[in-house]
């Protein structure tokens, strides 16, 4: 009975119209509250003179006793009976009802079994009052957030999850989305079905942007990102911000205008939208041949993954379904993928580069490598090509070779239909604004953490970042070489033995991660160093080992994999230091794990570069790629919607209609 009412009690106030909310924290002028003690939506309005830019303060009681409560509840109910008039335009959205029976069922709600992020209020997120977890915000809907929730124990903790994208998005797939290989919503699934999945216990799921981060009093702001006015604060123990990115152009001229990004689902659709607009304007009746080829010019700026993946998917989607749909065109269009490096695919093996760039060759996609997209108009790229810097005793002839570029940089202009721009990410504003509210992470790009994950600068030591809006700080060596040496040099002799300075990096590799691909083998590094050849490394060729050391310090990559397993880590890390003493508590620090990469060529070829197993390409590779895709899928529902998305374009091509 109790089940039934609760659960009653949740479809009335869903269904009532969210104005009952707001006319209930309106309803008196005395500042005061109309909720159950466990969270107070605190009114400061004075006949209408708002304050605080109509910031509702929602504030947790985690002290407040039984009679605290029943109190409340009397209080709500008192009020009612003396001035009836003031709850008539309540009643008109159905509030009185489903008021007093959301109240007394408030405690009911608490006791569910059953985790339905539904059957909770969420501007009410309600808490019990004995309840002794601590709070931890979620900040982001992407891998490495959910990656956290999956990992974290509930027991210890309680999940409040706020994000404006009320869904997760397989993002390796949408490359594929953009030309109906899949459907969008085959890769995506709502947070709240997640949540009740992943959690055992009842998990917040709030749609609102956050707006400010406020650590030192322990309380974020969020507000609705839908365009209405709606604010609030929640306060927490502990927040996780894996906020991730949003595309980067690097502040070339006319990108925002005339180009379209591949970041979000919309993204997608859009992208799909553009290649059915220039094929069906091209097929207008009249339109000149150059316009046809222009229509026809499809650009991609930008040499990593997902640009790759998108010019395969583009290549499939024109030679098996759009050329037979408009055979009249199909000598019209033209994949060209502009790339600044002087190969693609630049974190991979080069040995994977250069498969692709012959497999791109093969397939007809012009790549233009060592060329800048300097501006961007509307009907057209202007590129640059880097200057070929020719050797003493190169013929000049040599110069001329498209693939080593001008030996004089000239710009010249690239027409196109439509132009994708993938050349990186950068921070979120939220992101932004944090880093600019600590001084030493003023400017700073993304969230710089230490090797836990804790951001730095933060006094209360209770904040975190993880996924593609922070970054680890990395010490040099060579900040300290002096300082490093003398300690090394444990006879006073000026010079370190070999003995010496393993016992150093052994000492040191924690703190010094760059230190630990040179514990094996070392012997060949010290020779290598050894100028001299007299057995120890004086301070000139000590400094230059540690040169070769840093030099090997790279940024971790912003992909999903890196996100989860930063997650994985940092909750698992937080599981075990529950209940113990920060200050004495020390978590092992984050080592990342590169498992592998795989990137989708275009004509049933894909490649692999897996570390220590495989590494290269072909049709075998693609059935690999198209299996672990389909493992990787986070719900069974999305496995066989993805499957049968497969099996469609299989049969009957795909499909081509313009929504």
């Known amino acids: 009975m109790q089940k039934f009412i609760s659960k009653e009690a949740s479809k009335l106030v869903n269904s ?14 005395n500042g005061k509250s109309f909720f159950s003690s466990n969270i107070l939506f605190i009114n400061n309005n004075n006949n209408n003179n708002y304050n605080n830019n109509n910031l509702t303060n929602i504030s947790f009681n985690n002290n407040n006793n039984n009679n605290n409560n029943s109190n409340s509840n009397n209080n709500g109910n008192n009020n009612g009976h003396n001035d009836k008039n003031e709850y008539s335009n309540f009643i008109k959205y159905g509030g009185i009802t489903a008021t007093f029976l959301a109240l007394s069922a408030g405690a009911i709600v608490s006791d569910e079994k059953v985790n339905d992020n539904n059957q909770i209020p969420q501007l009410q997120l309600p808490k019990d009052p004995n309840n002794k977890r601590e709070r931890i915000i979620v900040l982001g809907t992407g891998w490495a957030s959910l990656s956290f929730i999956q990992e974290i124990d509930l027991n210890k903790y309680e999940i409040v999850v706020v994000s404006p994208r009320n869904y997760f998005l397989f993002t390796p797939m949408l490359t594929e989305a953009t030309v109906g290989s899949v459907e969008i919503r085959s890769i995506i699934e709502p947070i709240r079905r997640v949540l009740s999945r992943l959690t055992s216990k009842p998990t917040v799921y709030i749609e609102a942007e956050c707006t400010e981060i406020d650590y030192n009093n322990n309380c974020i702001e969020i507000e609705t ?23 980067q152009c690097f502040g070339t001229k006319g990108v925002e205008e005339h180009c379209i990004y591949l970041k979000e689902a919309m993204d997608a659709h859009k992208i799909r939208q553009r290649i059915m607009d220039c094929f069906e304007r091209a097929n207008f009746p009249g339109t000149l041949e150059e316009e046809k080829k222009r229509l026809l010019s499809f650009l991609i700026v930008g040499g990593g993954a997902t640009s790759i993946e998108v010019t395969s998917a583009l290549y499939d989607y024109i030679s098996e379904d759009l050329s037979k749909m408009f055979p009249h065109l199909a000598k019209y269009p033209k994949i060209t993928l502009v790339q600044s490096a002087d190969h693609l695919l630049n974190t991979f093996d080069l ?22 997209a300097v501006e961007v108009k509307k ?43 993938s050349t990186g990410v950068g921070p979120r504003k ?33 904040v975190y970042a993880a ?71 004086q301070l000139n060729e000590f400094k230059r080992l540690m040169e070769k050391v840093d030099s090997n310090l790279t940024a971790l990559p912003t992909t999903a994999q890196c996100a989860s397993q930063q997650a994985k880590y940092l909750a698992e890390s937080l599981n075990d230091q529950y209940g113990k003493d920060p200050s004495t508590f020390q978590p092992k620090n ?50 066989f919607l993805v499957s049968i998305d497969w099996v469609k374009t299989t049969l009957f091509g795909r499909d081509i209609s313009r929504i």
């Open 16 to 29: 009532s119209n969210i104005n009952y909310l707001k006319l209930l924290s309106n309803k008196s002028n």
């Open 225 to 247: 990102h839908d365009g209405g006015d709606g604010r609030a604060k929640i306060q927490y123990d502990k927040l996780v911000v894996a906020v991730g990115s949003v595309p």
């Open 351 to 372: 040995r994977i580069s250069n498969y692709t760039e012959k497999q791109f060759d093969k397939i007809g996609i012009d790549v233009l490598t060592n060329t800048r």
């Open 379 to 421: 009907d057209n790229l202007v590129i640059l090509r880097k200057a070929h810097v020719r050797p003493p005793g190169e013929p000049i002839n040599a110069t001329e070779n498209p693939k080593k570029g001008p030996e004089v940089s000239i710009p010249t202009e690239i027409p196109f239909g439509m132009c994708i721009w």
């Open 430 to 462: 939220i992101t932004q604004k944090l880093c600019d509210s600590i001084e030493s992470q003023k400017n700073n790009r993304a969230i710089t953490t230490d090797s836990t994950l804790k951001v730095l600068g933060v006094p209360n030591g209770n």
């Open 467 to 537: 996924g593609d809006c922070s970054t680890i700080s990395q010490t040099l060596l060579m900040n300290r070489i002096n300082e490093i040496f003398k300690e090394a040099d444990t006879n006073n002799d000026n010079q370190l033995s070999f003995e010496e300075i393993q016992v150093l990096f052994k000492k040191h590799a924690k703190e010094y991660p760059q230190l630990s691909p040179y514990s094996k083998g070392f012997a060949e590094f010290f020779n290598e160093y050894d100028i001299n050849k007299d057995g120890f490394l």
């Open 590 to 639: 984050f080592s990342y794990k590169h498992l592998g990469s795989f990137a989708y060529i275009g004509s049933h070829t894909a490649i692999a570069d897996i570390p220590q197993t495989f590494t290269g390409g072909g049709l075998g590779v693609w059935w690999m790629w198209k299996a672990v895709y389909l493992k990787k899928q986070f719900s069974l529902k999305n496995k």
